[in-house]
């Protein structure tokens, strides 16, 4: 099942400095797999802005930002090979902060697999879809528009709210757990020993925040 099928029905369920150039690599017809490689440091804040897809953090020691990207033509659409071969990973980066999107084309879903190395700050705006993985402590702010986030943060957190406006939030691993039930909407918010200050927004879908200090 594609990425979009999956998370709308769950939706409607509900309601009802770069050390390696991007490039593309061989993949299946219908498919093309994009890599970059990027040089960070611990003041380094990241942003990754997408439309429809998933995306999984992977920790790494390396002072490397390393990232693969999937795109993928929806079999239940008409798709051109030149709308897959427009697809770029786009980068901008400069003194410490790095963007990262792709260049977006119709019915086509992105996989990402981000390996991130301890950093100042994580801005994550995703329209449809799912973020899972791990993190490290660090600001994290994260908004989806319909799917489900699902993440194991490690090492001391400050403040977390966990917002949705239909759905379900959840935050696991602290004692001071706050959790409110509106109708439809969910709000969970909780306080760690540490500084970083994590804020995830989903309009439709799920939360589940584990919390690891």
Known sequence: MKMSAKVWGFAFAIIAGTTLVSMPVSAKEGEKELTGSY?????????????????????????????TVLATADDD???????????????????????????????????WVVKLPQMAALDLDLGVGEVKGQLQAMDINIDVGVGEVELLVNGAVGRINADVG????????????ESNRYMVAASSNARGSGKAKVNVDVGVGEITLTIKE
């Open 166 to 177: 239909v759905g379900d939030s959840v935050i696991r691993g602290l004692s001071e757990v």
């Open 39 to 67: 040089n960070v440091s611990a003041k380094t804040e990241l942003q990754i802005d997408f439309g429809v897809g998933s995306i999984r953090f992977e920790p790494t020691s390396a002072e490397q930002v390393e990232v």
């Open 77 to 111: 659409f008409n798709w051109r090979k030149n709308d897959l071969d427009a697809v770029e990973l786009v980068t901008k980066q400069r003194a410490d902060r790095l963007q990262l999107s792709v260049s977006e084309e119709d019915d086509i879903a992105y996989e």
